[in-house]
């Protein structure tokens, strides 16, 4: 009943940052627990970040805790996810994702835990 769709990005140099945007339509993410994966060719997906359904409770993959962050505006009915200091390994298809939990406080962590995704939004780091 959400549809999402990433944007945000491209190419940026090993060292920089970039934030990527996430817009839901047809529903409020504050309805939805939120969250960030990505998946680099012959990978599986890998969890980044994700966000309570009341927005109080976020949680991060250890390796990436320290520079990617996950943010939401409840106005603009977008979900963000900031990163900074990137890495050629950092390179990947990035989604967003959206869980009908019926928990306010829990996080999800793993794909098969969601039940909406976006398209994607491809981030190249370069060396």
């Known amino acids: 009943q959400v549809q999402l769709v990433e944007s945000g990005g491209g190419l940026v140099q090993a060292g920089g940052s970039l934030r990527l945007f996430c817009a839901a339509s047809?529903?409020?993410?504050?309805?939805?627990?939120m969250g960030w994966f990505r998946q680099a060719p012959g990978k599986e997906r890998e969890f980044i970040a994700a966000m309570s359904q009341s927005g109080a409770r976020t949680y991060y993959s250890d390796s990436m805790k320290g520079r990617f962050t996950i943010s939401r505006d409840n106005a603009g009915n977008t979900v963000y996810l900031q990163m900074k200091s990137l890495k050629p390994e950092d390179t990947a298809v990035y989604y967003c994702a959206a869980e009908a939990t019926k928990d306010n406080w829990l996080v999800y962590t793993r794909p098969g835990e969601y039940d909406y995704w976006g398209q994607g939004t491809q981030v190249t780091v370069s060396s």
């Open positions: 047809g529903r409020s993410v504050s309805s939805y627990a």
